[in-house]
């Protein structure tokens, strides 16, 4: 079985952005009533689902993606707290559709109703909505919705503490990621969540978040950002800062996935990080969508890659599926009842 | 021979850091005199070059230091622009004070007196004092002088321009570099530093910079950031955004430096990345100063994973002298007038 840690729905029908598009419009006229999510019917999303995500699952011989809203579209820092409230809620009950029609293919996780200087305990709540009511089976936690000023306090900051309780409490994980940039500094796919990403673990290295919060556990995607690659720098910066080995310190709870796209990176991730460390995603259908020139296969087929490397068979099976069971344990319940 | 392109003054007397903090100090009164910079004998710069960079050159068998003020200290975000003007000259007096009394040692490169809102016009006076009166052969170059809060323009916008202008007819590269984090997100050597990396490559994709400025030269510090180990991505994201393939449009004018502190991450640079964009750097004495228990040698002792590469001989001397050169032709110049 192969599960994909990362996947997003960025094939969305129209309906579902022209609902973001009068909402934005909406934020300069506060007088105007508040839009509503478009109506879609289930043969659009399939349309959607089936010539993109479903396709290339079956093509590259993937089982189940675990699938949330398009990332880039979260656009935290955009309008108020009502705005980023309606759009997570459409965003998440669009994915509920998805896992409904395919059960087997889709487990869902959410997007969260974050807001630059909104309490992060404001997010609790969709939380317990997606994940009791909805079945999801982990969120997605935007560390600077201010998309790409950095204004928020570190993750490692007590500010954030009320949704890991809430996250520990529902067993549920949380993958870091970002949204769009709108600082012109920063490339949102080619930057922002590249540097989002590297920044996320230093600040883990930094404080003491996973002895606070021992079973929290957090993915940092696009295979960790710089991590690995500097991973020598990260070893030295613990010992420097006199914080345990990293081993113990922060790979208990942290995890790296494989959106890493070519052969020689994910080569690296699998030389210097612990195989149970690793999680098989390719965020596809994503960042890049083009076919390399050097192997003509997509860039964000990381399937390939894995299936390249030097790794027994055994260790394959841990980064494909196992290591996915173990983070999600609401998946792994899911799929135990599927009787997978 | 071996040059070692990154290299700080990490461990200057401290009078010079005593001038700095009563410049410091002197922010909380404006009607006080400036600071002047400290008293510093030749004695005190031998004692501290002699036993630090100096010992570890001869004990890991290089010869050569690109040497430049201590770029966490550089402090762009203190103060206003007569603060920083001040700081940096005497930063760069200091500098030339080591090659002075180490000329086959060590080659100057120079900090800038940049300050947030500042157009970097006001740089090029400095960098032209640096290049023709001290006879520096770079310079240093922070994309965020506002030390983590990232709100100049991107370093392909028009704003930076004069600067590219007088570095083309100075015929001297630059370093991009940033200097300490003022935002809580961004431990300085650990996210904010390989974050402006990555940024800054990222940039340079996206804009047409070196069409406009054929010749112009930049160092990426600390191996790339995070580019290398995510090659795939940067060339999928050229193709995606319709521009040139990064060979011709990126890295004719781009250079990575070796400053990463494992086997595995220069492996990794190595084989994605082409030869001749690649200068050997250690960054010492820097950012991680430990020792790594997994090989008994410093993490920043670089020179060992170069050696232990599979490159050829060849390629190790380009890496290690001949691409510095032509990157540096000052540097070529005066190394040819010393008989070298």
């Known amino acids: 079985m192969i599960i994909d840690c990362h996947g997003h729905y960025t094939t969305a029908p129209a309906a579902h952005q022209r609902f973001r598009d009068a909402q934005i419009a909406g934020l300069k006229d506060p007088a105007a009533a508040p839009a509503a999510p478009g109506s879609i019917s289930d043969d659009e999303i399939r349309e959607t689902i ?35 409230a309606a759009w997570a809620r459409a965003n998440n009950d669009l994915i509920k559709r998805v896992v409904d029609l395919y059960p087997e293919s889709f487990a869902g996780v959410c997007q969260l109703p974050q807001s630059p200087g909104v309490p992060i305990a404001h997010s609790v709540r969709e939380l317990e909505r997606c994940v009791r009511d909805l079945g999801f089976v982990g969120c997605n936690l935007n560390p600077d919705p201010s998309g790409g000023h950095w204004n928020s306090p570190p993750l490692t900051d007590r500010h954030w503490y009320p949704f890991y309780e809430k996250m520990v409490e529902l067993g549920v994980p949380a993958m870091v990621h970002v949204s769009a940039s709108c600082n012109p500094n920063f490339h949102a796919t080619g930057a922002h969540y590249i540097n989002a990403d590297t ?94 020139p050097q192997t003509g296969f997509h860039f964000d087929d990381t399937k390939r890659y894995v299936d390249a490397s030097a790794l027994s068979a055994a260790d394959k099976s841990r980064i494909f599926a196992t290591n996915a069971r173990r983070v999600f344990p609401r998946l792994d319940a899911m799929l135990k009842a599927q009787g997978r």
Request: aromatic share 10%; hydrophobic share 40%; with cysteine.
């Open 199 to 292: 920044t996320a673990f230093m600040q883990f290295i930094e404080a003491d978040l996973f002895r606070d919060f021992p079973s929290l556990k957090c993915g940092i995607p696009h295979g960790g950002g710089a991590v690995p690659y500097h991973w020598g720098r990260y070893r030295g910066l613990a010992d420097m800062l006199k914080r345990p080995p990293l081993a113990e310190h922060v790979m208990k709870n942290v995890f790296f996935d494989t959106c890493v796209y070519h052969q020689a990176g994910i080569d690296l991730l699998l030389r210097v990080i612990d195989v149970d460390n690793i999680l098989f995603g390719s965020e596809m259908i994503g960042a890049v969508r083009g076919i390399d």
């Open 50 to 84: 089936e010539t993109n995500q479903l396709k290339l699952q079956k093509q590259r011989g993937t089982d189940l993606t675990i699938f949330s809203p398009r990332a880039s579209a979260m656009g935290h820092h955009v309008g108020n707290e009502a705005v980023s």
